[in-house]
Every structure is written in C-alpha cells, then in structure tokens.
C-alpha cells in the first residue's frame, strides 16, 4: 500500500469553477500535511499545509483535513488557467520524513 | 534572496563513474533533504538531514551517500551510478520540517 495516493487526473475545469483535488495517506501517526504545486519543468511550490482536522483557507485555495478517515483535499476556487499544473500531496511524520504522492494533473479550460 | 542551488542542472554520465551533486541554501534552515522524482513514482526522499552530521535514510537511500558538514551544504554522492539512477534530483530545506524550498533540479543521465 502506498504511504500517499492521489487520483492521477487529468482533471480539467472550466475557468471560474471549483477545482477539486483528494489524497489519502496511509500512516495515522502522519502529523502535518502539505499540498505543492509544480509546474511543468519546475521546481515543487508549497501551496499551504494543515495539520488540524477541518478546514484551511488562503486566498482561492482550501485545505481539508479528516483524519479519521486520513483524507485530505485542496480545494481551489475561481480557478485560473495559470493554476494549470501538477498538485502534490505530501505529509509528514514527523522530523523531515516526508511522503508524497504522484499528483494530480490539473487542466484550467479558458 | 532566499534560495536553494544545485549543480550541476544537467548531468550525463557512465555508469561507475563517481560523481557530486551539491546543493547550497541561504536561508540557515536545519533540515535539508534530497529526492528523486520519476514518471509515476512521483517524489521519493532519499535522505535528509536535521542538523549538521546528522543524517537518515528516507525511502530509497540505496546507491546514494550524503554528507552535512556545514550547515548551508548537503551534497548528493552517487559512488558508482548506474542507468536505474537516472532521473530528476530535487534538493529542499527547511525550517523545522514545514515548508519546504526546493532547489531547481538536476537532471542526470546515467548511460
């Protein structure tokens, strides 16, 4: 079983709509998680990270966490074709080990 | 500015024959971390480092060695590379295992 697992995509949104994208992890000691978005020929951005459960809110962008059922989800409104890019979802468990998923491909249609 | 640099960005090599990535931060973090990232296997952590000579293995540290002399430096050694270590390397730090700045890649090419 993989530590992280995310939907692979592509996903593909009309410009100005709600972009929805999920992980579960694996690990329930996972204490911190973390959504990057990477550009095509970039380098991996953070995006935000939570490690309460419930909701995080910056800007457009959404973060969601359940750790009960060891989901969490990004959530970005009024998407934009510049947030056209791969999201990875990565948690921690403590210390610097990290794990992260394959990401999501995301397409914003203009 | 804050930043993380890695050279060489672009390496084509043999297989056996020993080489150095480095990787160089600016922004006095602790912890620092190498990854490879490979078509559907995403981001894998090689090793990391929470402080000066202290350094662990991630999820495939296997053909890989690292040093944390200094604070700012954390150097990728790969002693014989062969062709499954082709790839593209991603160095990052931290401050305390938040967020974390990424360096801009090394693509390398063992042939």
């Known amino acids: 079983q993989k530590e992280v697992e995310q939907n692979s995509g592509p996903l593909s949104v009309p410009e100005g709509a709600i972009a929805s994208l999920n992980c579960t992890y694996s690990?329930?000691?996972?204490?911190?998680f973390f959504w990057y978005r990477q550009y095509s020929g970039k380098s991996p951005e953070l995006i935000m990270f939570?490690?309460?459960?419930g909701d995080k809110e910056d800007g457009r962008f959404t973060a969601q966490l359940n750790k009960a059922s060891q989901y969490v989800s990004l959530l970005i409104r009024d998407s934009q074709p510049s947030d056209s890019a791969t999201y990875l979802c990565?948690?921690?468990?403590?210390?610097?080990?990290?794990?992260f998923g394959t990401g999501t491909s995301l397409t914003v249609i203009p | 500015e804050a930043q993380v640099t890695q050279n060489p960005r672009y390496l084509i090599t043999v297989t056996g024959k020993k080489l150095t990535v480095t990787c160089s931060q600016n922004?006095?973090?602790?912890?620092m971390s190498w990854y490879r990232q490979d078509p559907g296997l995403g981001l894998r952590q090689i090793y990391y480092?929470?402080?000066?000579?202290?350094?662990d293995k991630g999820d495939v540290p296997e053909g890989y060695k690292v040093s944390r002399k200094e604070k700012r430096n954390f150097p990728l050694i790969l002693e014989s590379p062969s062709p499954n270590q082709t790839s593209l390397y991603f160095c990052?730090?931290?401050?305390?295992?938040?967020?974390?700045?990424f360096g801009p890649g090394t693509r390398l090419t063992v042939t």
């Open positions: 990052a730090s931290s401050s305390r295992g938040l967020e974390q700045y």
């Open positions: 690990d329930r000691g996972s204490q911190s």
């Open positions: 939570i490690y309460s459960n």
């Open positions: 990565a948690v921690n468990r403590g210390g610097n080990q990290f794990y």
């Open positions: 922004m006095n973090h602790e912890y």
């Open positions: 480092s929470m402080n000066v000579e202290v350094t």
